[in-house]
């Protein structure tokens, strides 16, 4: 059973709109949240992360959402853009000590010029 | 800047063959990774080790052993391959603290025919 669900497998948007890409979770003792993104023939390269102290973290275009009681967190990309087309895999650990991250199956966005 | 390197990106194997899936970390970490992606299942854990010697079982081992002799180097080896271990390859490291998360390779493609 898939600890951690992105149920959408691909998202298209339009150049400069917003991209919200979603991601839900089961286990309740993880705290530690990541989004990669991989670009095809590359390895995943890390994004941005949230703890689950916080509901919000931001860093540039890119923003993640949690809410723990729903077990569901989100990246927004504010404006997309064409460089922005790539999988996305949503990533949760249960603490620092843990030394496993327990990847989402991806979602492929496609932004539109 | 700091690296996780791949040996080969592209291999292909017969059945029945003994493979090896070199990863080696320029970056003192202590962690190392064995990760599988396939389409719709996302990134499957097969074998970790958190130090030179040490290894774990992931969440997808069988058919799989891994080797960590040295601290920069950690391979994967299919000790038969077959059809179904078909799939892209990738290998991550992290240090033993911090929160971001892992550096990954590029990838190898490995097809069995």
């Known amino acids: 059973d898939q600890q951690v669900k992105q149920n959408s497998p691909s998202l298209s948007v339009q150049e400069g709109r917003i991209s919200i890409l979603n991601c839900d979770y089961t286990n309740s003792m993880f705290d530690y949240f990541l989004w990669y993104k991989k670009y095809p023939a590359e390895g995943p390269t890390f994004l941005i992360s949230?703890?689950?102290?916080?509901d919000k973290n931001e860093d540039g275009r890119f923003t993640v959402f949690l809410n723990k009681s729903a077990k569901h967190l989100s990246l927004h990309i504010v404006p997309s853009q064409p460089g922005d087309s790539a999988v996305y895999f949503c990533?949760?650990?249960?603490?620092?000590?843990?030394?496993?991250?327990?990847f989402g199956s991806g979602t492929r966005l496609l932004v539109r010029p | 800047d700091v690296k996780v390197t791949q040996s080969s990106r592209y291999l292909v194997k017969r059945t029945g063959e003994k493979v090896f899936l070199e990863c080696v970390q320029d970056m003192d970490h202590e962690n190392m990774f064995w990760y599988r992606q396939d389409p719709g299942l996302g990134l499957r854990l097969i074998y970790f080790?958190?130090?030179?010697?040490?290894?774990e079982k992931g969440d997808i081992p069988e058919g799989y052993s891994v080797s960590r002799e040295k601290k920069e180097r950690f391979s994967l080896i299919l000790e038969s391959a077959s059809t179904n271990q078909t799939s892209m390859y990738l290998c991550a490291s992290r240090p033993v603290t911090g929160l971001y998360g892992y550096t990954f390779g590029s990838g190898t493609r490995l097809t069995v025919v």
């Open positions: 080790s958190y130090d030179v010697k040490m290894k």
């Open positions: 949230i703890s689950s102290i916080k």
């Open positions: 990533a949760a650990s249960d603490g620092d000590s843990s030394y496993k991250l327990i």
